[in-house]
């Protein structure tokens, strides 16, 4: 991902698997857990607790426009910390609500949260990185030296790449209905906040596809459009990086593609075939032992001629 490809920052207002290195732990809370919408005699003047915070979407990079009606933009609103999503060696993913007070206007996001430079373990990120330049040689060399600021320096480019990504991605989602990802909400530093994909009643997360037995007909749909999302990829330029069943989520019976802080530029990285060809190879793997034949060669070329390698 290019820095300029990332998007302007807009502000208003005051101003473990064989396919995944994440362990997927998914929240657990009974209703009676859950804070309230709302308290029912809000004080104005009150200050979030622990818990809480007040909305930084003013201060924030914002996903692309027009926003989604669902969506909270009320710079009065609160977020509320619901428990972790998932955890990961690179980021966790928090489930955070949020809302305005004394209203009905409320959403769910996922937070994910890349680690400081003492607790991460970006121990992947030299192929992924191959082809991403910044201006600054100082940065540069930080970043190759995998120092503590290029270790800070390498997060901020994982998130905004992943944001950028999603903000292209989802554009194209919109207009054509061959590509679905969460919506992204905002990115400040290495904090990127996303829609949250499932049930937005009671916090449930869709399912991955590594935990479906999916067969027959329903087999086939989601390796269709798993195909058309690969193809919206590849014309973009871009491998997905780390493509496996725990990174596709199915929502209503629609496979959505995330977790794409890694995602590749296909030409402008040396390794980017090889990235695209090992994408395909996993996820065939996958429906092919649920019994659907993928050619995996025919689909990779048809890909790597999508995004004019071939």
Known sequence: MREHDL???????????????????FLKRGRADRPALADP?????AQPDQQDR???WDQAVHGPEPHPDWLVTELAARDTELGVLKTGKEADVHLVRRAVP????SCLLAVKRYRDAQHRLFHRDAGYLEGRRVRRSREMRAMVGRTAFGRQM???QWAAAEFAALAQLWE?????????VPYPVQLIGTELMLEFVGDAEDGTAAPRLAQLRPDGAEL???????????VVLARAGYAHGDLSPYNLLVHRDRLVMIDLPQVVDVVANPRGPEFLARDVRVVAAWFAARGLPTD???????????AGVR
Request: zero cysteines; charged letters at 30%.
């Open 7 to 25: 998007p302007a920052p807009q502000r208003r207002g005051r101003g473990k698997s064989r396919f995944d290195d994440d362990e997927p732990q």
């Open 296 to 306: 995996q060669d025919e689909v990779t070329g048809m890909l790597l001629r999508e």
């Open 54 to 56: 007040w909305s930084s």
């Open 102 to 105: 004394g209203t009905d206007r």
């Open 41 to 45: 005699e809000p004080d104005p003047d």
């Open 220 to 230: 086939r749909s989601l390796w269709t459009q798993l195909v058309d999302a690969l």
């Open 154 to 156: 390498i997060a901020g």
């Open 172 to 180: 194209v989602g919109v207009a054509t209905g061959r590509i679905a």
